[in-house]
């Protein structure tokens, strides 16, 4: 294959050590708008001026990506995308969008190296980060050399992460060996504060303070670049923080978070609150370790044993710390589990030991104002008494089985639907057949594959479930499949795959519609003889486990579009178990809702739901399902200190979406105009009708729900075209109609 032409700006991006800034620097003349865009927006990451940030990501709104090379287009979305993720969450779906474009440019033709940075790129977006981290840190450090621009560039990416996490001490050569001084200084003096060693943190903060005096450029300041975030936090600790108003180094999420922290340092428990009254519930993960227990810390200093549980829980979705040991802790002992709270206690103290992160500890526990002396004199007398053998075995918080969960038990519902789904279960769990299990995100795949293998004779052994969209291809086979030592670079041991590792138990793959040909090639194989190959080694290993595969995507489209192999399909689909959605089963709302209101909920303590409230979940369409609505109803939880009796008052997204004849608002009341930007319209289609079907579906994913009269208003499209478009999508599945009353003029259409 001929390889095509570079780009300038991307050849020698992808040939040097130097920044993308600095390389489009040399191109400050150019015409080109991406050129000039890239560059404004790499300018304002350095720069601690919110306002010209938010400036600068509408200026770069309408740069034209259709005719431009689509390399250099894919590092201007990674620009933009890193842009926008200074505000958190406040572009959290433009950003989700972007990476959706950013994947959809990716083809055969993309450069080895641009995929890898891609790769890189995309794991910041996923949940579970840390173990995409983990992955490439293990790989850096079994590396006897580093040698091209992107793992320097990953590296250096790498060892601000960790150092974020208070974890310095687990980066090994040649991580250390190629790193900048600057990279050094920086990383310590995070490090440091987030285990608030205090002297070494001043130290190096004067040291940073005089290097950027004595060399104020752009390296410099790339180098340093928001290490003022973690000057407040030590102040916090050296109790000379002063609560912030306004600063334009700093975007208001970030101010609510320092601010609660310090009024929690002060036992200001109500002024805390305040701070965070925006911010009641922390979605993916604060690049401080410290400053991502905050909602945690402000649930358990109100004694709130359940919302604490819940925020934990939803922390690590995205981050694991050994420190989340001293949060459930905290939370075992308000419950009075005693026992439970000892193990975690021994397990931290050997960990702070091992980061010597002993005084953070301290500081932690001087917070703790519920944990009682006796407490800490039953921690500290029994710690010697938990075995080192112990101390290893990974702590699964409040995770274990009841067996009265298990199985069919596992799935909560009271709809006919269900019923007939959990008797194909029990049928199904004693074939050794493979099963497709279908159903749009979140309506609980994997807790009907968990059925499935706990009805089994298979149910003692062992069950592994993989998300194969989550997980990058060259990860994916070798977890698959494993790989034998010297397979690659930093392969220096044999790692077992998990279609091994099952032996005679399960394995559930699930999102199987998002792997790539190459992995579908080998999942034929194993599915026909039950028989793969690890990476690197031309011996045959034979299997014996059961294989469960899920998938949201619509596989005889992805089929039409040579995105998943036929053959694959038909010999998954063996047995099927489609999942209606949750808007369908009115009656498993109902019981739903009732279970995640009564979840981790102290004995005598059950809350009242009025009946408004419960007709409304039922009316409400939940396109995320069973996880939409469990994410809701943890919100109120947090929001409504575990109050004793709901309204519908307590939800917001309920009194937003209730719509009757009455109530109805003129399109323009609900959305005005939106421009389609051209930064959108990088999928390339053939023609019109294709383009503007697009554009639809652009406003359904940023709207969720939308009328007729609202799309042709938005794109200026006659009523009759709108309704065409209305009708292809719900032929596609993509959206659904709804219709509140008789009326034409109540009826609107909702994402799928």
């Known amino acids: ?126 949940e579970n980060l840390y173990y995409h981290y983990e992955h490439y840190l293990k790989h850096f450090n079994l590396k006897k050399t580093i040698f091209s621009a992107n793992e320097l560039r990953q590296a250096r990416s790498i060892s601000k992460i960790i150092s974020k996490q208070g974890q310095l001490k687990r980066i090994k ?24 060693q205090l002297e070494s943190a001043k130290n190096r903060l004067k040291l940073i303070k005089a290097h950027i005096k004595r060399n104020n450029n752009k390296h410099t300041r790339q180098a340093f670049f928001k290490y003022e975030r973690w000057e407040y936090i030590l102040s916090i600790f050296t109790h000379e923080f002063k609560p912030i108003n306004k600063t334009e180094k700093l975007d208001q999420e970030h101010i609510c978070f320092l601010n609660a922290n310090y009024y929690l340092s002060i036992n200001e428990i109500q002024k805390a609150s305040d701070e965070l009254k925006p911010f009641p519930v922390k979605y993916g993960f604060e690049s401080s370790n410290f400053l991502s227990f905050t909602n945690v810390r402000l649930a358990l200093a109100n004694k709130n044993a359940p919302a604490a549980q819940l925020l934990l829980n939803t922390k690590k979705k995205y981050f694991i710390s050994y420190f989340d040991d001293f949060f459930q802790m905290r939370i075992e002992l308000l419950q009075g589990k005693k026992e439970e709270a000892l193990l975690l206690f021994a397990k931290l103290i050997k960990n702070c030991e091992y980061h010597e992160s002993n005084d953070l500890f301290e500081y932690e526990l001087n917070l703790s104002k519920e944990i009682s002396l006796s407490d800490i004199w039953f921690l500290s007398n029994n710690k010697s008494n938990i075995k080192s053998a112990e101390l290893g075995i990974p702590t699964k918080y409040n995770n274990k089985d009841n067996p009265k969960s298990i199985g069919i038990n596992r799935i909560i519902h009271k709809s006919s639907s269900m019923k007939k789904i959990c008797q194909k279960i029990k049928l199904f769990a ?24 706990e009805e089994s004779p298979k149910a003692s052994k062992p069950f592994i479930a993989i998300n194969c969209g989550a997980i990058s291809e060259s990860i994916l086979q070798s977890e698959l499949f494993g790989h034998e030592a010297g397979a690659y670079t930093s392969a220096d041991k044999k790692h077992i795959g998990i279609f091994e590792s099952a032996k005679d138990g399960t394995v559930f793959l699930d999102e199987i519609g998002d792997t790539s040909l190459q992995i579908q090639i080998a999942l034929l194989r194993v599915l026909e003889n039950l028989e793969g190959r690890s990476v690197g080694s031309n011996r045959i290993t034979k299997y014996s486990c059961r294989i469960i595969a899920a998938t949201n995507a619509d596989l005889n489209q992805l089929i039409k579009e040579k995105k998943f192999r036929e053959d694959l399909y038909f010999r998954l689909k063996s047995i099927e178990i489609t999942i209606p959605p949750l808007r369908e089963r009115p009656k498993d709302i109902e019981a739903q809702a009732k279970y995640f209101f009564n979840l981790n909920q102290i004995k005598n303590n059950k809350p009242i739901l009025s009946n408004q409230l419960m007709q409304a979940l039922k009316k409400y369409p939940f396109l995320g399902n069973t996880r939409e609505l469990k994410n809701e109803i943890q919100n109120a939880r947090i929001l409504n200190g575990e109050k004793t009796q709901y309204e519908i008052n307590d939800f917001d997204f309920l009194l937003k979406t209730r719509i009757t004849e009455n109530e109805y608002r003129q399109p323009q009341q609900i959305l005005p105009a939106l421009p389609i930007t051209s930064e959108l319209e990088i999928v390339r289609k053939p023609n019109q009708t294709s383009l503007r079907r697009e554009k639809v579906k652009q406003l359904f994913q940023k709207y969720k729900r939308l009328s007729r009269q609202e799309i042709t208003d938005t794109l200026q499209i006659t009523y009759k075209t709108a309704g065409n478009d209305m009708k292809a999508l719900i032929e596609e599945g993509f959206i659904i109609k709804v219709e509140p009353t008789p009326s034409p003029r109540t009826h609107f259409f909702i994402l799928k």
């Open 1 to 126: 294959m001929i390889r095509k032409k570079l780009h300038p700006i991307v050849e020698q991006f992808l040939h040097s050590k130097r920044t993308l800034l600095e390389i489009t620097k040399d191109y400050k003349g150019s015409k080109e708008p991406i050129v000039q865009g890239m560059s404004q927006l790499l300018s304002a990451l350095l720069t601690h001026n919110i306002t010209l940030q938010e400036k600068v990501i509408q200026d770069t709104e309408n740069i034209d990506l259709k005719h431009v090379d689509t390399n250099l287009a894919l590092l201007y979305l990674k620009s933009k995308i890193s842009l926008l993720s200074n505000f958190n969450n406040k572009y959290k779906e433009k950003t989700e969008f972007l990476f959706i474009h950013m994947k959809n440019l990716i083809n055969e033709s993309t450069p080895l190296e641009i995929k890898q940075i891609m790769e890189f790129f995309f794991s910041h977006s996923r």
């Open 430 to 453: 004693n074939s050794s057949l493979h099963v497709l299990i279908r159903g749009e995100t979140g309506v609980g795949k994997d807790l009907v594959a968990k059925a499935l293998h």
């Open 173 to 196: 050569e040649p991580i250390l060996s190629i790193l900048r001084k600057e990279d050094k200084l920086d990383n310590e003096f995070t490090d440091y504060v987030e285990r608030l």
